[in-house]
């Protein structure tokens, strides 16, 4: 992605003298009301990046007023690509990781600790760690989608045990990122990430969090289109898993 499609204000700080090159990014589209609390608390442990997905409100301001360096995309792209945006961002810096957590406070910033420690405690070789959320927790009809057409199908496809394939709040190594091939930017990329990874053959860890419903929650997924990107995306994690199988 070139320079020129995005408005860039401020500047990621630099490593030099930094305790700990991991990066905190928080994609967000017409969040005004809810980026600045998720930015202080993310703040308190990483440096916060923070991608306006072309919002109408005053997200942008929001952010940098609570401390986050901001990129902004003109129009609204989707969510998967201002994760990339930002990842791409982190990765320009020589950020060694980068945390990912939605805008909305659904995803509690004092977590991010467990996240460290579980890529720590993996020493380099677990790429990619994902919060699992208590799907018990979650409203009518997440509660029974999410485990059923998200964990248990994408398992299945990839005959590996995937407890929550849609979590936003993630932590990725630099070594799976710079090896990342993505194609989707909606909200099926966190799916697609999953699946390469699997094919790549790294380590997933899983960490539980808790998620935080009710706070003047607006979801932007869109059950109809959003399920049949979804089923298009685990019959293409089966067809690769099935071409590495038949490569051994």
């Given at each position: 992605?070139?320079?020129?499609?995005?408005?860039?204000?401020?500047?990621?700080?630099?490593?030099?003298?930094?305790?700990?090159?991991?990066?905190?990014?928080?994609?967000?589209?017409?969040?005004?009301?809810?980026?600045?609390?998720?930015?202080?608390?993310?703040?308190?442990?990483?440096?916060?990046?923070?991608?306006?997905?072309?919002?109408?409100?005053?997200?942008?301001?929001?952010?940098?007023?609570?401390?986050?360096?901001?990129?902004?995309?003109?129009?609204?792209?989707?969510?998967?690509?201002?994760?990339?945006?930002?990842?791409?961002?982190?990765?320009?810096?020589?950020?060694?990781?980068?945390?990912?957590?939605?805008?909305?406070?659904?995803?509690?910033?004092?977590?991010?600790?467990?996240?460290?420690?579980?890529?720590?405690?993996?020493?380099?070789?677990?790429?990619?760690?994902?919060?699992?959320?208590?799907?018990?927790?979650?409203?009518?009809?997440?509660?029974?989608?999410?485990?059923?057409?998200?964990?248990?199908?994408?398992?299945?496809a990839l005959r590996t045990p995937i407890h929550d394939s849609q979590s936003g709040y993630r932590m990725y190594g630099r070594r799976l990122l710079t090896q990342l091939d993505l194609t989707t930017t909606g909200f099926d990329w966190e799916v697609e990430v999953i699946v390469q990874a699997v094919c790549l053959r790294m380590r997933i860890g899983w960490v539980d969090i808790r998620t935080i419903y009710g706070v003047g929650e607006v979801s932007y997924f869109h059950p109809v289109r959003d399920?049949?990107?979804?089923?298009?995306?685990?019959?293409?994690?089966?067809?690769?898993?099935?071409?590495?199988?038949?490569?051994?």
């Open positions: 992605m070139s320079q020129s499609e995005v408005t860039f204000e401020g500047e990621i700080p630099v490593l030099s003298g930094a305790k700990r090159p991991v990066l905190a990014l928080v994609p967000a589209w017409n969040e005004a009301d809810r980026v600045g609390p998720v930015v202080r608390g993310a703040g308190a442990y990483l440096p916060v990046l923070v991608v306006d997905d072309g919002s109408r409100d005053g997200t942008s301001a929001a952010a940098q007023e609570a401390g986050a360096v901001v990129v902004r995309h003109p129009c609204n792209r989707g969510k998967g690509s201002a994760l990339t945006t930002g990842l791409h961002y982190g990765l320009e810096q020589g950020y060694e990781a980068v945390v990912t957590l939605d805008a909305d406070g659904q995803h509690d910033p004092a977590e991010i600790p467990k996240f460290l420690a579980a890529y720590d405690a993996g020493d380099g070789d677990l790429q990619l760690v994902i919060g699992r959320r208590n799907f018990g927790q979650m409203p009518f009809p997440r509660r029974y989608t999410n485990p059923i057409f998200g964990a248990w199908l994408l398992s299945l399920s049949l990107r979804f089923g298009r995306m685990v019959w293409c994690a089966w067809r690769r898993r099935r071409g590495l199988d038949f490569e051994r």
